[in-house]
């Protein structure tokens, strides 16, 4: 197998899963300067988030390379060499990033794509897994709603803010392009990925951790009437492998969310339990807090968010007036609907496909509820990525993972 995107937050539960459910040896792409060190990247990742495992480390291969460069940076000769090697592909690598243009992220992750598919198409066809992004669909749409299908066309002529949206959107379009083909293909698209459900370990980069952690540095939340689609990265990991060890999966489309959403208030009355004191503000005084001088220092978390919440009317582009007014504020310069995705989706992800092939299973998607909430918490702080809470309310936070 071959694996992009290993020494990511999923990345490193997908390599996990992979390596618990199957006895094949996993080449994974690493951009490093030797295979040592793309292979210490790869277990330091692994150990971040998931138990150690030793006995497995034999079947992982490192494959030092470069998504966004030509044959995926490797030599035209190595790359053939692992075309024959591997019997299928796992593409999860991708360049995150919510303020960079489609010009920068392009190349990881528009063309790195095609080379993943060149591989795929090189020597004997190899089945491909590909993690999409529901951001390929408008998040901002009509206050009635609308519900996107898994079968749903991307041609929906909807308007994506912002490079990443643009680029996620043009890659699964090649993809499609590639399975009208007639190369074996799957497409994933998570919800937001969240923490693992028992554990709590969560990549601390990601929006959402910074943005609670926000919320308990300035001891305010935004008093905002919208809810949260919060997918634990142990149901997409698993649902995910589980749909690809499958024939049926081949050519299918997955929507692997959270059909439970958590609703924004709910989220800061569980910090409050978690012993954090937690207050709702209306959105304009909590931003307002939050860009002055006192929140800067306070809010250090949220430092790289900052230009969210720093747009003026004058600012936001065309077809921000589908955005619900309350969170038209977090949209940066860039003309992104972040808040959207976050606070005020009017969209709705069915996951019919998806349920239907894990039926039979054990694999459902945990719910997110005050005692999960906790577990995030209470690894932020054995990270040291929070401050312990100075009197602990009634869901104490523990010192180890469940």
């Not at 992009?4 to 996993?26: K, M, N, P, Q, Y």
């Not at 649902?239 to 997955?254: R, T």
């Not at 009017?346 to 039926?359: E, I, K, M, N």
Request: with cysteine.
């Amino acid at each position: 197998m071959f694996l992009t995107g290993a020494t990511g937050f999923l990345g490193a539960f997908l390599l996990h899963e992979l390596l618990e459910r199957t006895d094949a040896v996993i080449h994974c792409l690493v951009r490093a300067a030797t295979p040592e060190e793309a292979r210490r990247r790869i277990e330091q990742n692994l150990a971040s988030y998931v138990p150690d495992r030793g006995d497995r480390r034999s079947r992982v291969v490192p494959v030092v390379g470069d998504l966004s460069r030509p044959l995926l940076g490797l030599t035209p000769e190595r790359f053939d060499a692992l075309s024959s090697r591997v019997d299928a592909i796992y593409h999860n690598g991708a360049a995150v990033n919510w303020i960079s243009s489609y010009t920068r992220l392009k190349p990881a992750n528009v063309a790195g794509t095609q080379e993943v598919l060149r591989l795929a198409c090189s020597g004997r066809v190899k089945p491909v897994h590909v993690v999409s992004s529901l951001a390929v669909f408008p998040l901002a749409d009509d206050p009635g709603g609308t519900v996107v299908r898994e079968q749903d066309s991307l041609d929906h002529g909807g308007v994506l803010f912002g490079g990443y949206t643009q680029s996620k959107w043009v890659a699964e379009k090649l993809v499609a392009v590639a399975r009208s083909r007639g190369l074996p293909v799957a497409v994933y698209r998570p919800g937001i990925i969240t923490g693992h459900s028992r554990t709590g370990a969560w990549n601390t980069d990601d929006f959402l951790p910074r943005l609670l952690t926000s919320w308990v540095e300035l001891g305010t939340a935004p008093d905002l009437d919208g809810a949260i689609d919060m997918t634990p990265v142990d149901y997409v990991s698993r649902a995910m492998v589980h749909l690809s060890l499958s024939d049926q999966a081949l050519g299918g489309v997955f929507h692997l969310v959270n059909s439970r959403p958590v609703h924004l208030r709910e989220l800061a009355r569980w910090i409050r339990s978690s012993g954090f004191p937690v207050r709702l503000l209306p959105y304009d005084r909590w931003r307002t807090t939050l860009l002055s001088p006192a929140g800067r220092a306070k809010a250090v978390g949220a430092s790289h968010l900052l230009p969210l919440f720093s747009a003026t009317p004058d600012d936001r582009p065309r077809g921000l007036d589908r955005v619900r007014p309350e969170v038209r504020g977090t949209v940066d310069r860039v003309g992104r609907v972040m808040a959207a995705q976050y606070a005020a989706r009017s969209v709705t992800f069915d996951d019919r496909h998806a349920r239907d092939g894990l039926a039979g299973t054990t694999i459902t998607c945990p719910q997110v509820d005050g005692d999960v909430l906790a577990r995030y918490l209470s690894y932020f702080v054995r990270t040291g990525f929070l401050h312990p809470p100075a009197h602990v309310g009634r869901r104490p936070l523990v010192d180890r993972p469940d």
